[in-house]
């Protein structure tokens, strides 16, 4: 479909888009400081955003510091991604009653709630993408993911800060959002607070047929693409992309995997915090008079023992195997299973790692001395 052209928005017209996507029937969800980070959490008002915040990221470490200015989304990524409303971390199955003789299953009805996700970047819009192909591209649907991606209203937010940890350009995956949005924001600071607006659905002219918004102007264009291309230059990491697949399933027994496993605490961050990892295990409960049981879904992490148990111990007993395993697969054979690579370089797990490893360090060292073997059987 043909969009019209390129508009922009004030601060109050921000606030106008939010009041429309309400009165619409759907949640609003975006950005806010809670417990010193910035989280995505329900907003009602430009006042819930983080209003003159950013973030400083390194590897293992995280704080919130002051901007010198008032911009609204001047940061990188928090701890959250938006994974935790489209594929919640705890997801009930089915709840089974016993009455008498008889048990009725009941299957858990697919969630009906509209949500809007404001300020989502271009990373985070690859891993939403990257999640639609695990759960949505294959022969079984996931009908829990499938009702609560149906009627998402997405608002992105072109990047204006690199995160210290921050790899995007080097995955093709960022910073400027170029598909699966309703409407796109580049927030400008220059004198004149602003955010330009591009529509990328129907519903999205929709919405933004009815805000307070003005005709973009050339000096609008320049500044918006100059926000782009200064958080381009200026990304905290690189890791070169286009040879990982056989770069790492050739060199499986690198002595780098020692390396990495006598630091590695295998506690599981950084597939919590990744806004693509998918990976769940199943728990039954039951009521004490064991007359109502549930089985629920929940997060799990191919870095815990029990992930790979099976009878006579674990399949993967060592942290050097576990490690391997999640790095193998998100770098290479994720490309095998679904056609991309499951790393949008938000920089997440090198933030949330407690003892700082660094994904984009192992692949430049493992590629620094390659020794092209394969793993013994």
Same mark, same amino acid.
């Given at each position: ?48 955003? @983080? ?55 009941? @299957?858990? @009805? ?48 072109? !990047? ?141 992490? !191919? ?50 790692? @407690? ?23």
């Amino acid at each position: 479909m043909e969009h019209r052209g390129h508009c922009v928005l004030t601060a109050a017209g921000l606030e106008a888009l939010i009041d429309v996507l309400r009165r619409r029937g759907y949640r609003t969800i975006g950005p806010k400081i809670r417990d010193q980070a910035i989280v995505y959490d329900d907003i009602e008002a430009v006042a819930d955003l @983080p209003r003159g915040w950013t973030d400083e990221q390194a590897p293992g470490r995280y704080r919130l510091a002051r901007r010198d200015d008032e911009a609204l989304f001047g940061y990188a990524v928090g701890p959250h991604s938006w994974k935790a409303f489209l594929h919640p971390s705890m997801q009930r199955l089915w709840t089974a009653r016993r009455a008498g003789d008889v048990v009725v299953v009941t @299957p858990e @009805p697919a969630s009906a709630e509209r949500l809007a996700l404001i300020g989502v970047r271009a990373c985070e819009l690859k891993a939403i993408a990257v999640q639609d192909r695990v759960f949505l591209g294959g022969a079984r649907v996931d009908p829990h993911y499938q009702a609560r991606r149906a009627d998402v209203f997405v608002v992105a937010m072109n !990047c204006a800060e690199a995160g210290g940890t921050c790899f995007c350009v080097s995955m093709n995956a960022g910073p400027k959002a170029d598909a699966g949005f309703d409407l796109a924001l580049t927030e400008i600071m220059d004198g004149e607070h602003r955010f330009l607006v591009e529509t990328g659905s129907a519903v999205g002219e929709e919405v933004l047929a009815e805000l307070p918004e003005r005709a973009a102007v050339q000096d609008d264009l320049a500044a918006a693409e100059a926000v782009v291309a200064r958080t381009a230059a200026s990304m905290g990491r690189q890791m070169r992309s286009d040879d990982l697949h056989d770069l790492l399933l050739d060199n499986l027994e690198h002595p780098r995997w020692d390396d990495v496993a006598d630091r590695c605490l295998t506690c599981g961050a950084c597939t919590m915090v990744c806004p693509t990892c998918f990976c769940t295990s199943v728990e039954d409960s039951s009521d004490l008079a064991v007359l109502e049981s549930s089985r629920s879904r929940r997060w799990d992490s !191919c870095f815990t023992m029990d992930f790979t148990h099976v009878p006579g111990g674990s399949v993967r007993a060592s942290a050097r195997s576990r490690y391997r395993q999640w790095m193998t697969h998100k770098l290479a054979t994720w490309i095998d299973q679904f056609g991309t690579s499951g790393c949008v370089g938000c920089g997440r797990c090198l933030t949330w790692c @407690p003892v700082g490893i660094d994904i984009t360090e192992e692949v430049r060292a493992i590629r620094a001395s390659p020794r092209r073997e394969t793993a013994a059987p």
